[in-house]
């Protein structure tokens, strides 16, 4: 079932788990992700990038996001992930996205505002979730100096939400974008404070390559959405070139995207795992 973006959100954030977001950008990838969270019985958000929308087209990862969205056991948010440009929030809401981000997180924090309030203005009648940024994460953003750069400060939050109101806040604590580079390292204290100080549910950006363990603690701590993209495409990767050295002959992508399609939504099951951060069983809505 297509369900929006706030309700999944509330539900994780009144009852402690984090709903776990996989980026899609083509039909084995989304197949992936469904059928990895039907396995598991619970909630996922399918997102898209502006990266997979140049790739695929808006049209068509909306046909196939909602149609698989519409026919799953369990429930499915559409979600724009990091959309930079106004027209592109537009189109997604207009196409039938159920959940929205506009990152405007390198711009000066009233710059950020202003953005995400104009995002709101359209998003909010129509029961639409507006996720924000605020920090700066790793990898494709790590053009930093040091540390205070990088991590979300308590007060800027409880400020950016005041002035907002915006239905999720992806902070930033440590993680990074892509491949990680060294040891991974997350301020959970601060997750914990900023958690304490905003009645919203709060996000973690680059997460693959974060220990599974450190994922659940996240979660504990305050997190209640999770993104993962790298780690799907490294498990596609990965089989894709195994199949190839052990079938040099086949040329049909139905025989070559299949093991691809398992060995994505093994990653997504253990995902899943992963955000529950309690041995409590699913609570699907």
Not at 122 to 129: C, K, S
Request: proline letters at 3%.
């Amino acid at each position: 079932m297509l369900i929006s973006g706030k309700q999944i959100l509330q539900h994780a954030y009144e009852n402690g788990y984090a709903v776990p977001a996989f980026n899609f950008a083509n039909m084995e990838n989304l197949q992936a992700i469904i059928e990895g969270a039907e396995e598991m019985n619970a909630p996922v958000i399918i997102q898209t990038t502006q990266g997979a929308i140049d790739y695929a087209g808006f049209e068509y990862l909306a046909d196939i996001g909602i149609g698989a969205a519409q026919r799953s056991r369990v429930p499915v948010v559409l979600h724009l992930d990091h959309g930079q440009k106004y027209e592109y929030c537009l189109k997604a809401i207009q196409l039938g996205w159920t959940s929205i981000m506009i990152d405007s997180s390198l711009e000066k924090l009233a710059e950020n505002v202003r953005k995400v309030n104009e995002v709101i203005k359209i998003a909010r009648p129509l029961g639409i979730a507006v996720e924000a940024e605020l920090g700066i994460i790793g990898g494709k953003e790590d053009d930093l100096k040091s540390e205070q750069d990088i991590y979300t400060e308590v007060k800027d939050a409880v400020d950016f939400y005041q002035a907002t109101h915006c239905d999720a806040l992806a902070i930033a604590v440590g993680t990074a974008h892509g491949i990680y580079k060294g040891t991974v390292k997350i301020d959970f204290n601060r997750i914990q404070e900023i958690r304490e100080k905003l009645p919203i549910p709060l996000v973690l950006h680059g997460s693959s390559g974060v220990p599974l363990e450190m994922v659940s603690q996240a979660v504990r701590c305050g997190i209640n959405k999770v993104n993962f993209d790298t780690e799907l495409k490294l498990a596609n990767l990965q089989a894709l070139q195994t199949f190839m050295t052990k079938n040099p002959g086949v040329y049909d992508i139905r025989k070559m995207y299949r093991p691809c399609r398992q060995a994505m939504k093994e990653v997504v099951k253990a995902k899943i795992e992963a955000c529950k951060a309690t041995n409590k069983s699913w609570v699907v809505l």
